[in-house]
T-cell receptor, first 117, second 112 residues
Framework: AQKVTQAQTEISVVEKEDVTLDCVYE???????LFWYKQPPSGELVFLIR??????QNEISGRYSWNFQKSTSSFNFTITASQVVDSAVYFC??????????????FGAGTRLAVHP | SAVISQKPSRDICQRGTSLTIQCQVD?????MFWYRQQPGQSLTLIAT?????????ESGFVIDKFPISRPNLTFSTLTVSNMSPEDSSIYLC?????????FGPGTRLLVL
């Protein structure tokens, strides 16, 4: 069965600190996709990144970076020099691949990040 | 990115009544899903909305309680039937493309 674990329930940091959000997944599929979403207080789910199981290259986008390691089934998310606007709940999710698009998403419990001035 | 809209954005309902939520996606979307997010919780898939046929429900969700329609590629409805306070949640529609899944803004439902 597929499962996503985000062990960190809440993280509190001071602005400009770096912070890493952990994500560990379980799946028996050889082809799958991993996602990170941000849910700010407004409630809307904002897509951040998708990574397929064959691409283990790390990715950097501005202050955001992602580290995908199949050997440890982890897909961790780092925010460098955090800002107050980064305060949100962050969800890691897993999806099998299917024809015509992605299959259902299995979400982790989420990590609530609070960045204080 | 795909554009997904939902309405209503929020509602307060009395127990025992039903509410229908509408979801409109743009043409990039191939698959549509309905999720529920209970207060302070993660998202749980209710069902996959299938065009022109019955939705595929996840364990713990049944058609009598959450009837879903998808008459065409870009439109779907979710009805929350015979509501109770336990149904108070955010209901989110999502659309899958070849790139990712995008989410609508959600419908915040409070049942009194």
């Amino acid at each position: 069965a597929q499962k996503v674990t985000q062990a960190q329930t809440e993280i509190s940091v001071v602005e400009k600190e770096d912070v890493t959000l952990d994500c560990v997944y379980e799946t028996r599929d050889t082809t799958y996709y991993l996602f990170w979403y941000k849910q700010p207080p407004s409630g809307e789910l904002v897509f951040l990144i998708r990574r397929n199981s064959f691409d283990e290259q790390n990715e950097i986008s501005g202050r955001y970076s992602w580290n995908f390691q199949k050997s440890t089934s982890s897909f961790n998310f780092t925010i460098t020099a955090s800002q107050v606007v980064d305060s949100a709940v962050y969800f890691c999710a897993l999806s099998e691949a299917s024809w015509g698009g992605y299959n259902k998403l299995i979400f982790g419990a989420g990590t609530r990040l609070a960045v204080h001035p | 990115s795909a554009v997904i809209s939902q309405k209503p954005s929020r509602d307060i309902c009395q127990r025992g009544t039903s509410l229908t939520i509408q979801c409109q996606v743009d043409s990039q979307v191939t698959m549509m899903f309905w999720y529920r997010q209970q207060p302070g919780q993660s998202l749980t898939l209710i069902a996959t909305a299938n065009q022109g046929s019955e939705a595929t429900y996840e364990s713990g969700f049944v058609i009598d309680k959450f009837p879903i329609s998808r008459p065409n590629l870009t439109f779907s409805t979710l009805t929350v039937s015979n509501m109770s306070p336990e149904d108070s949640s955010i209901y989110l529609c999502s659309g899958g493309t070849t790139e990712t899944q995008y989410f609508g803004p959600g419908t915040r439902l409070l049942v009194l």
